[in-house]
Structure formats: structure tokens, C-alpha cells
């Protein structure tokens, strides 16, 4: 037997060496999914299948190189390097630059990232005087023939599907099906293609000329395709085209991590894969390498409630491993507290080290709270695939509008609000501002106010759009006296049309964006609250000092690896770490409140947390808040059903204090929690330890503390120092010391969590729990 078959156990084996005919390899998480598929391209070669007649195609580039770097080693780099190996896009891209001619393109044709699109369609807005409706989005329009695209409609058929142009009409773009029209032809005219093209055109290039595709069907006896779960319509086509001579293809995946719908990803291609192939072979990796024991059972417990799937029991041989933490705590940012504490903790408990850790969300909303628990913890930190909360582009342009508000000779800010939203400001005329600016020396806010700026040649509607920009300005400054950060940030945010400008875009970027905004929103609010209780001042000043050093880079030290690592759960997928944290599991969040309302989007919800467990090695986590801020106001949250549908008998559950009931909502016809496994949280008999666990069928209800609020006719209170008291942000601590007089008196208290706070009691809303 060759030397690296010895490498694998049986399953990878059989998956390696079964090499003819449709193989289907379904690889649970950790099971050495990349192993197989480059051993079994390996053994193709080390049988004498030469490397160009095999065709194997990834997702990621990285992918593509780490695979073909491995097969090098066994068969060596003059086979590796006649593979036609990468990624879907660069392979027909390569075979699209041979049979250009085929479709009246260049074989130099220029490839236009997202940038290049975005202007092109800013070019055709403007020439078909849609620019200055605000409906037609460039972001938008570019999601809308991405979509098209993916599905393989052309500008014609596209102006032929009802279901589309209804959806345009409703959207106020009834344009869409002439603006794709113009874009593929200005696209032609440049010799340039889109990403999206690169699959649309080879479909195309089959479908149009057949000698073509049996020029290619002979080509690749072999065809491999990794995670196929991801395989969009375009995608699964083009691969079923060329596979149908010789049959011999092997798609490698797991739809029980298939979480990429909204980029137009079907788990179908992978469920069906055995009604395109009736004699397929199919063979499980079921044996996780990754984790312990408890946490392969905790995923396997969860996803088996899914309906869609293809059955398999993966196991792990690894130690049993600790149970997994769920931690229950008061609030958002007492989570964040919790969660970076733990991680303090456990550092130094099993001497890991920080990029050991990792916190998974499901929104990128979520990481502000944590990133300011890890800066105060003075913990290094990254955000992985994405920017730091208040260095991404909506936060940056509030911030620019708030910095504007209390200086607005601040010309940087000024740049960056002067036409955000749109209002007719263009490039020319802020060279303009800027070259009058520079020639008196002076601010562009001095400009801009100044009485004799209509002599400096500016056309009257130009002066109209600059005079109702310095207005709106001047209206926050005199605003800002009078109003909490809280509010003028509300007021700022109405007023200049940011808000209505997000609302307005129903696409998945721009809800993100909306989620950061409301995160925002949420960091003033906690701001100003707390700023209240302990009687230090609150005004939009204060705030934008405490966010100008929260956001000081100069503390970075880019080039140390060892960092707590941030992420969104879709991001995470093909990682791991020692140490997973799984974060805002709660009704609404995690699932979210989209997925909820159908079947087919719970369970990909379903499946996103099972990618999100099967990422951990040694330990998980799992947290949850029992109130949470959204748009500055505090509501209550129901903890996750996910958490109920866990095998009990794999958890560890905690509680920073008492459980808690939620509020008694109606759920929708997907929302109902699970009836297999129905759950409450209820006292254990170890108070000490403030455990909690899942049984029954309803939230149990706890007798609530009783609450302290200050009286205004009552100069009395029953706090005294050593009274614990509960806050809703904080949690559970301890009071030690009293100062000041009736309406003032000021509560010094030690939180669990949070630590040592200064109180003012009549604001604080502390309640009494001994």
C-alpha cells in the first residue's frame, strides 16, 4: 500500500481510493475533509491519470494553494503543477481567455471588481438622469444583476420575469431591466466582465457552442469540487455540463455547514446530489479530529432537529472534554463583562494563550461591547474579516456628523459629510471650497459661512445646496446645549437623512449597516446613563473624548499574533480554536428574527450554530443576556431555543445571578420552541455556584428582588453599605459606602462583573436582593 493511504483511517480510504464513477463525500466537521480531497487527486496521479485531464475547483485561493502544495510533497511539483486547480472563478476565467473569440470578447479582457461596477452603474444612473433619485442605489442595482446573474438571466429574460420587475416596481427602480441592459453593453464595449460574468459567460460559452464543451468534457475525466454545500445555480450547471461524459466526478461538502444562502448558495446541489448521479457512491467522514467528545455531541444533539439534511452520526475519539459553559447574564454589556473576565480567567487557568480565545457573533453590531470590555481589560484583540466597530464606514460618517456638531472647522469631517446623504455637493465644488479655503488660510466651515461666498462665482443652485447644508449644521450646533449625547445623536440622525437613506436600501448590506448604527445608539445611550448615575457630565463632548481614545491605534502593536480573535460566525466557518465563545444566543438575534418566519431559514440558523460549535477543540461557551439595547431602548430577550434542544447531559449551566422569566410574546409558526426538547431554567440546589439547568416545558418564574426606588418625599433609604443590590446593566454586587444628602446620595458598589461603580441612587434604579 502506498505510503500516505496509511495516513488515513477507513472512511478516508475508501473515500480516496474509489475513484470512478460519481462519488459523493460527506465530511463532518473536523474530518479531514482536505486530506481526502487532495489524497485522492494524488492517487489519481500516482496511477497515471495525467494532471491536466483532472479538474479541481475550490472557494478560496488559499484552499486551492495549501491543497496543491501537499499533493507536491507526495507526487512531486512537476504533476502538482499541470493540475487545473483554483478557485471557480479563476479556472473559468483561464477558459474563458481561450474561447474569447467565441464570444466576441478580447482574450485581455479586463475583470471589474465591486468598485468598477459601482462606477460604471454611477456612469449610467447619470447619463439616464437617475442619478439624483435616490431610490437607484448603485449597491443596490449591482446586488439586483448579481442576483440575475447567479440565476442565469440575461438582460432580456430578466425584462421577461415578472416576479423581478414587480419586485423593482415595488422598490421605486422600474429602470432595473434597462440599466442591466446598458451595463452588460458598456461592459462589452470595455472588454470587461464582473466576477458574476465569469460564471454567466461560461455557461453561455457551453450552452452556445456544444463543440466547446466536448472539447472540455473530453479534457477533465476527473472533477473534484470542494465544499459543494456552497455551489451557487451558475456554479452547479457549468459542473454538471462537464462532468456528463465521463461521470467521474467527486464533490466533497456537508450540508449541515451549507450558510450562505443570502450569497445565492443552495443547499439543493448537495441534497439532490444523488437523484443527478443515480449510481453515485457515498461515502461519510463521520470521525471529528477537532474536538472533545461533549462538543461533537452537543452539535450532533442540535443539528439532527433539522429535517434537510443527508443523516450522519459524527463521532469523536478524543478526550471527553468539559462541559459546555451556558452563561446566563443581566444585560449586553454585563455579558461583554462576563465573557472577557472568563477569558482573563482561563488564560491564566490552562496557560493558553490569546489567540487561543475566540468570541463568535452573529451580527457584526455585536463586537463594539466586547471590543470595549477587551480595551478596558487592556487584552489585545482582532477583528477577523472585518473593521474595527468605529472604523467602519456608517459609524465613521454619524461620528464625522457629531465631530461637525461640536467643531465644525473640523474640514476632515466636513469632507466627509458635506454630500453624505446625497444632496448635490459634487467633487468640483468642494476642489472649489478647498482651493478658497487654502487661499485665505482659513477653515471650510469659515467659507461656507462666509457672507461673500456668492461672489465667488458658485451657480445659484450650487449656493442653495451649500446655504441648506450650513443651515442643518448650524441647527445641531444650537442644539447641542440643551440635549443629552442621547439626543442630538437621535436628532442628527433624523435630520440629516441618514436614517431614511438606510430604510430605503432593503439589502443585506445596508440592514448591516443599520445594525452598527443601532449599536451606536446603543454605546451613547449606556454613555449617558451611566455618565447620570455617577454625576459626571454626559454631553456630546464627553462622549466623542471617550470613543477618540477607545479608537487610539497608536496602542496597536500590528504585528503580534497573540490576539483574542472577533468574528461573525460566517466568518469563523473552516477555523478553530482551543477556546469558542458563542455570544448572544437569544430569540430574534441567534435565530434571527428573519429566519424565523420560514422553515427553510431556521434551519439554515440551525446549521449556522452548528458551524459555530464545531469550531471550538477543548472548551465552549455559550452566552446569552437577558436584556439587551436596541435603538437606545432597553428590552427584554428570550434565550435562544437552540440552547433548549442541546443534549442536557453536555452542559455546564450558569448564572452570574437568579433566572430570570422573559416576556411572554407569541412566537410565530416557526418561532415555537422545540417540543422535543422544551426548557426553563431553574435554581439548583448548589446556590453557591448559581447554577442553573434546562427542564419542564416554560421559563420558570423566580420571585423577583423587590426594587429600591428613591421617593422624592422620603429623604430615607433602606440601602446601607453591605446591602447586595442588583442593576440592570451591572448585575449583582455589593454596596460599600454611602456619601452625600438626600436627592444626591451617591452608592459606592463592587459588581460581580462589572466591577467598582460610583451611583447616584436616584437614578440608578438599583434593586435590593439583601
Avoid at 488515513?8 to 460527506?26: H, K, M, S, W, Y
Avoid at 472548551?619 to 437552540?642: D, N, Q, V
Avoid at 412566537?667 to 422545540?674: E, I, M, R, V
Amino acid at each position: 500500500m502506498e505510503s500516505y493511504l496509511e495516513q488515513l483511517n477507513d472512511a478516508q480510504r475508501e473515500a480516496v481510493v474509489n475513484t470512478d464513477g460519481p462519488a459523493l463525500v460527506i465530511a463532518g466537521a473536523g474530518s479531514g475533509k482536505t486530506r481526502v480531497l487532495t489524497y485522492r487527486i494524488a492517487h489519481l496521479l500516482s496511477k497515471g491519470v495525467p494532471p491536466w485531464s483532472v479538474l479541481a475547483l475550490t472557494f478560496t485561493n488559499k484552499a486551492a494553494r495549501e491543497i496543491k502544495e501537499r499533493i507536491s510533497h507526495i507526487v512531486g511539483n512537476d504533476l502538482a503543477s499541470k493540475l487545473w486547480m483554483g478557485t471557480f472563478h479563476s479556472v473559468f476565467a483561464k477558459i474563458l481567455r481561450i474561447e474569447a473569440e467565441h464570444l466576441n470578447y478580447p482574450s485581455s479582457f479586463t475583470i471589474y471588481d465591486t468598485a468598477d461596477s459601482k462606477s460604471l452603474i454611477n456612469s449610467i444612473l447619470k447619463n439616464m438622469g437617475l442619478n439624483k433619485n435616490k431610490a437607484y442605489k448603485p449597491s443596490t442595482i449591482l446586488g439586483r444583476i448579481s442576483s440575475a446573474k447567479n440565476d442565469l438571466l440575461v438582460p432580456a429574460a430578466y425584462a421577461r420575469d415578472s416576479h423581478r420587475t414587480t419586485a423593482d416596481a415595488a422598490a421605486n427602480i422600474p429602470m432595473m431591466p434597462e440599466i442591466y441592459e446598458r451595463y452588460m453593453r458598456e461592459c462589452r464595449k470595455a472588454g470587461a466582465m464582473d466576477f458574476d460574468d465569469l460564471l454567466l459567460n461560461t455557461n453561455i460559452l457551453f450552452r452556445d457552442h456544444p463543440e466547446v464543451l466536448a472539447n472540455y468534457q473530453d479534457r477533465f475525466q476527473y472533477i473534484l469540487v470542494d465544499e459543494y454545500q456552497d455551489t451557487n445555480f451558475s456554479q452547479y450547471l457549468i459542473i454538471r455540463k462537464l462532468a456528463q461524459k465521463h461521470q467521474n466526478i467527486c464533490v466533497v461538502g456537508d450540508d449541515a455547514q451549507s450558510i450562505y444562502s443570502f450569497r445565492g448558495a443552495r443547499i439543493e446541489n448537495i441534497l439532490n446530489f444523488r437523484n443527478d448521479y443515480p449510481k453515485y457512491k457515498l461515502f461519510k467522514l463521520e470521525q471529528n479530529f477537532r474536538s472533545t467528545q461533549i462538543i461533537v455531541n452537543a452539535a450532533n444533539s442540535v443539528i439532527e432537529k433539522n429535517t434537510g439534511q443527508i443523516r450522519k452520526k459524527v463521532f469523536s475519539q478524543n478526550d471527553e472534554g468539559t462541559k459546555i459553559n451556558i452563561i446566563q447574564a443581566h444585560s449586553d454589556v454585563d455579558e461583554g463583562f462576563i465573557v472577557i473576565n472568563d477569558i482573563h480567567e482561563m488564560r491564566l487557568r490552562h496557560q493558553n494563550q490569546f489567540k487561543d480565545f475566540a468570541i463568535l457573533y452573529r451580527t457584526n453590531a455585536q463586537s463594539r461591547i466586547f471590543e470595549e470590555a477587551l480595551r478596558k481589560k487592556n487584552i489585545p484583540y482582532k477583528i477577523y474579516g472585518g473593521l474595527s466597530f468605529y472604523q467602519r464606514k456608517e459609524i465613521k460618517d454619524l461620528l464625522a456628523y457629531l465631530r461637525v456638531t461640536i467643531n465644525p472647522h473640523d474640514n476632515e469631517a466636513i469632507k466627509r459629510i458635506i454630500n453624505y446623504p446625497a444632496r448635490g455637493i459634487g467633487k468640483t465644488t468642494l476642489d472649489k471650497l478647498e482651493a478658497l479655503a487654502n487661499q485665505h488660510n482659513v477653515s471650510l466651515w469659515a467659507v461656507l459661512t462666509n457672507p461673500a461666498l456668492p461672489n465667488t462665482g458658485f451657480h445659484s443652485g450650487t449656493l442653495r445646496k451649500l446655504s441648506s447644508f450650513t443651515h442643518l449644521v448650524a441647527e445641531f450646533i444650537s442644539q447641542v446645549p440643551n440635549m443629552s449625547a442621547f439626543e442630538i445623536t437621535t436628532e442628527i440622525t433624523t435630520q440629516s437623512g441618514i436614517l431614511k437613506e438606510l430604510h430605503q436600501d432593503k439589502s443585506h448590506e445596508n440592514q448591516t449597516r443599520l445594525e452598527n448604527l443601532e449599536e451606536l445608539f446603543n454605546a451613547i445611550r449606556e454613555f449617558s446613563d451611566n455618565r447620570q448615575e455617577s454625576g459626571e457630565n454626559n454631553g456630546l463632548v464627553d462622549f466623542l473624548q471617550e470613543v477618540s481614545l477607545l479608537t487610539d491605534q497608536d496602542t496597536e502593536k500590528p504585528d503580534d499574533i497573540d490576539k483574542v480573535t472577533l468574528m461573525t460566525i460566517h466568518s469563523a466557518k473552516g477555523l478553530e480554536f482551543k477556546n469558542v465563545y458563542i455570544v448572544g444566543i437569544e430569540e430574534g438575534l441567534f435565530p434571527s428574527s428573519m429566519a424565523s418566519n420560514s422553515e427553510a431559514g431556521l434551519e439554515e440558523e440551525r446549521r449556522l450554530f452548528y458551524v459555530a460549535l464545531t469550531r471550538a477543540q477543548e472548551r465552549a461557551t455559550l452566552t446569552f443576556a437577558r436584556s439587551r439595547y436596541k435603538f437606545g431602548e432597553l428590552t427584554f430577550a428570550r434565550p435562544s431555543r437552540f440552547l433548549g434542544e442541546i443534549d442536557q447531559s453536555c452542559l455546564n449551566i450558569t448564572a452570574e445571578s437568579n433566572s430570570f422569566a422573559p416576556p411572554k410574546e407569541k412566537l410565530s409558526k416557526f418561532g415555537k420552541q422545540s417540543e422535543s426538547q422544551p426548557f426553563h431554567f431553574k435554581q439548583s440546589s448548589t446556590s453557591r455556584s448559581n447554577k442553573i439547568r434546562f427542564s419542564g416545558k416554560t421559563l420558570n418564574n423566580q420571585t423577583s428582588p423587590k426594587p429600591f426606588n428613591l421617593n422624592e418625599s422620603d429623604n430615607t433609604t433602606p440601602i446601607r453599605p453591605g446591602t447586595i443590590v442588583e442593576h440592570q446593566r451591572f448585575g449583582r454586587g455589593k454596596v460599600l459606602q454611602l456619601e452625600g444628602e438626600y436627592p444626591n446620595i451617591k452608592a459606592t458598589v463592587v459588581f460581580n462583573n462589572a466591577g467598582k461603580k460610583q451611583l447616584l441612587l436616584k437614578f440608578a434604579k438599583l434593586k435590593i436582593i439583601s
